[in-house]
């Protein structure tokens, strides 16, 4: 459980009165469904809750490009996975046209994106924070500087030492 202090929590709380409706219209556009809507706009603040420091509410434009992102990528992972949900029941009707190769590689491929995050959380919080923000929230390198208040050329530099880290925790995790 996450608990902010008062400064965090009022933060917390005007993002969410100001965003929550404009979130909950990017959702709904993508997932065509209220209640699944109002659930991605919920678990798009929780994603926003674990980095909040990191926002800077004085610079309105890129806080609402961040949310958008957020919770344009949530909405879509949501819809992504109902999506795979909904082809498992239909594989389930009709047993025979199983390609057990492509389900092989399906779990194969959640097995090495499971893998990839966990080793990406084994790292130093300042690397992980900007490959989560680069690759994950799809921000540019001059989106991450202004929100971490960094340069560009300082955001590159991380993203490089943050593949290499990367690189060597996937390595350890093989021995």
Not at 16 to 25: A, F, G, P, S, V
Not at 110 to 118: D, E
Request: glycine share 0%; hydrophobic share 35%.
């Amino acid at each position: 459980m996450m608990l902010f202090n008062t400064e965090k929590r009022a933060k917390f709380k005007n993002l969410y009165e100001t965003y929550r409706d404009y979130m909950y219209w990017i959702s709904y556009d993508i997932i065509k469904n209220e209640q699944d809507a109002e659930d991605c706009v919920h678990n798009s603040f929780i994603k926003v809750s674990k980095i909040l420091d990191k926002l800077d509410l004085q610079k309105p434009d890129g806080t609402k490009m961040f949310l958008t992102i957020i919770a344009r990528n949530t909405a879509i992972d949501f819809y992504r996975k109902k999506k795979k949900m909904q082809d498992w029941e239909e594989i389930d009707k009709v047993e025979d046209i199983i390609d057990w190769k492509q389900v092989e590689e399906n779990i194969i491929d959640q097995y090495n994106y499971q893998r990839l995050i966990k080793a990406i959380d084994n790292l130093p919080e300042k690397f992980s924070d900007v490959l989560r923000l680069r690759y994950i929230f799809e921000l540019s390198a001059k989106q991450i500087a202004v929100q971490l208040s960094s340069s560009e050329t300082s955001v590159y530099s991380r993203i490089c030492r943050a593949k290499q880290l990367l690189l060597e925790e996937l390595e350890k995790e093989k021995d």
